[in-house]
């Protein structure tokens, strides 16, 4: 795996390394600016400009967006796109 740290526009379902609390995180963006999401099936929100919405690939084990006091990331915390090359 690796990353680039030019990355463009991020788009749903990108896999970023982002600061949060002083340690660096790896999670997939599921939500993006604009996007309306639903906590706990009562409290609708629109994702605001330059904030993204993060979830991990093992959602039954994963401490993401879901379980943080603040569960928006803002862009400038995003370090790298990353990319997986194919093994073989």
Known sequence: MFGARIFGELQRGDVVAFRLDGQILIKRI?????????????????????????LGDNPPESLDSRHWDNPLIHESAILARLFTAPLG
């Open 30 to 54: 599921a939500a993006v600016p604009g996007d309306t999401i639903s906590i706990d099936g009562a409290t609708n929100f629109e994702i605001p400009e330059g904030y993204f919405y993060m």
